[in-house]
T-cell receptor, first 115, second 114 residues
Framework: DAGVIQSPRHEVTEMGQEVTLRCKPI?????LFWYRQTMMRGLELLIY????????DSGMPEDRFSAKMPNASFSTLKIQPSEPRDSAVYFC?????????????FGQGTRLTVV | KQEVTQIPAALSVPEGENLVLNCSFT??????LQWFRQDPGKGLTSLLL?????REQTSGRLNASLDKSSGRSTLYIAASQPGDSATYLC?????????????FGTGTKLQVIP
């Protein structure tokens, strides 16, 4: 397996534009997490899914943020409209919920810059 | 709500020194704890995973311990090398409403000076 795959790696967009971040989890993993990382706040959990169902979205900062997981192999995080304060690195992670010895695996992240 | 803290936020040591990174968490009802390494501009790489029933895990020069009752974990790095320079994060796994949830610490930025 190629690991968790995120795209794009870098995104620069103008304020007010819609941004869509994509994630492909590791095959067989039933949990998927979206995180945001900034210098000020570190890694923050935005939302996580179990078996494609959103479980906890309390970390989503505003209604401008939305996430979907239409199937087990794909998830999107959308920001509409984007603002400069959304600039951060967004990570997707997946893990298997079977048993206790389940490591979380992260993608390389998407560095978002909103100008 | 689980809160995970790592102290110090930054650490600089000379090459060859042994060092300990600390991680504390507020809710001891966890089921595992994972240590990650993050290099600048890169993603997170898993180093060690400790289950709640375990006290420690070892991998090469790394040793992670877990004390659930006190809400603490440590990552011990032996004979540090410049290549160990990175940010180290601990992440606490817990069950929330029957589902698994992971909360990250604030990270410790380590610099090993040649």
């Amino acid at each position: 397996d190629a690991g968790v795959i995120q795209s794009p790696r870098h995104e620069v967009t103008e304020m007010g534009q819609e941004v869509t971040l994509r994630c492909k989890p590791i095959s067989g993993h039933d949990y998927l997490f979206w995180y945001r990382q900034t210098m000020m706040r570190g890694l923050e959990l935005l939302i996580y899914f179990n078996n494609n169902v959103p479980i906890d979205d309390s970390g989503m900062p505003e209604d401008r943020f939305s996430a979907k997981m239409p199937n087990a192999s794909f998830s999107t995080l959308k920001i509409q409209p984007s603002e400069p304060r959304d600039s951060a690195v967004y990570f997707c992670a997946s893990r298997s919920g079977t048993g206790m010895n389940t490591e979380a695996f992260f993608g390389q992240g998407t560095r978002l810059t909103v100008v | 709500k689980q809160e995970v803290t790592q102290i110090p936020a930054a650490l600089s040591v000379p090459e060859g020194e042994n060092l300990v990174l600390n991680c504390s968490f507020t809710d001891s009802a966890i089921y595992n704890l994972q240590w990650f390494r993050q290099d600048p501009g890169k993603g997170l790489t898993s180093l060690l995973l400790i289950q709640s029933s375990q006290r420690e895990q070892t991998s090469g020069r790394l040793n992670a311990s877990l004390d659930k009752s006190s809400g603490r974990s440590t990552l011990y790095i032996a004979a540090s090398q410049p290549g160990d320079s990175a940010t180290y994060l601990c992440a606490v796994g817990e069950l929330s409403g029957g589902y698994q949830k992971v909360t990250f610490g604030t990270g410790t930025k380590l610099q090993v000076i040649p």
